[in-house]
């Protein structure tokens, strides 16, 4: 399994995921941000080329490698949401050129508690030949992912609820104020810790994953539903 691999995007996951990458082969990683970084003309010619930029720029950023992508490349979308990035790259990318699309659910502060192994992947092997998905698939299975085979329709309705749900709550608590305290109760303490998992991340990660999943609006409609029905049966009792 000894390649080369590219990351595009090294932030806090793209820092992540070249580490893990590491033990199989060279890793390169480009962030225009980071001039210390490699230049995108040498990381796009690796031999898989995962993609760990921000949603919003994603498509920007695919066009941007266009013009020095190498053709045996295989390119792999890793943002939180799938619907969106597998239409761009369908759009955008050569018709022969190799792609799948996925997102590790799981980040820095999860692995930095408990590491990698045991942790999952969705895996969406839009436009690979049979050899390539079996390579994919041994890679995530080697770093010891549980890999979930799927589509991007799927992926994006289920993230919905367990991530653009739970995230919508975390930073809800995190503009009530909510903190530790002395009185308080195991379920209190439970929603303290979906806060300070949520609010670590970038604001740009949550209005990202709330705007481009397309079934997280409905989501978010149903529970501010949910709770003003609630509101109405304690008043009325």
Not at 160 to 171: E, K
Not at 177 to 193: A, F, K, N, V
Request: aromatic residues 8%.
């Amino acid at each position: 399994m000894r390649q080369t691999y590219g990351v595009i995007g090294y932030g806090r996951f793209g820092k992540l995921w070249a580490n893990s990458l590491a033990q199989f082969g060279r890793v390169l990683a480009h962030d225009k941000g980071i001039p210390s970084c490699s230049p995108l003309a040498n990381v796009a010619k690796s031999d898989i080329l995962f993609l760990a930029v921000p949603i919003s720029q994603f498509e920007s950023s695919v066009q941007e490698l266009l013009p020095v992508l190498e053709p045996k490349t295989i390119v792999v979308d890793m943002c939180s949401v799938k619907v969106y990035p597998t239409e761009v790259l369908q759009r955008l990318l050569p018709q022969e050129q190799a792609f799948a699309t996925t997102h590790p659910l799981f980040g820095p502060d999860s692995v930095a508690e408990s590491g990698i192994k045991g942790k999952k992947i969705v895996f969406c092997p839009i436009r690979l030949s049979e050899d390539q998905e079996n390579e994919l698939h041994t890679l995530f299975a080697t770093l010891g992912l549980g890999v979930i085979v799927t589509t991007p329709e799927i992926h994006d309705e289920h993230m919905a609820r367990s991530q653009a749900l739970v995230h919508f709550l975390g930073r809800a608590f995190g503009e009530l104020g909510l903190t530790e305290q002395e009185i308080s109760t195991p379920d209190y303490e439970s929603l303290l810790r979906v806060k300070a998992l949520t609010n670590n991340d970038t604001w740009q990660l949550f209005f990202d994953m709330q705007r481009f999943n397309p079934f997280a609006k409905k989501i978010r409609e149903e529970l501010m539903k949910s709770l003003e029905k609630l509101n109405e049966r304690i008043l009325s009792v």
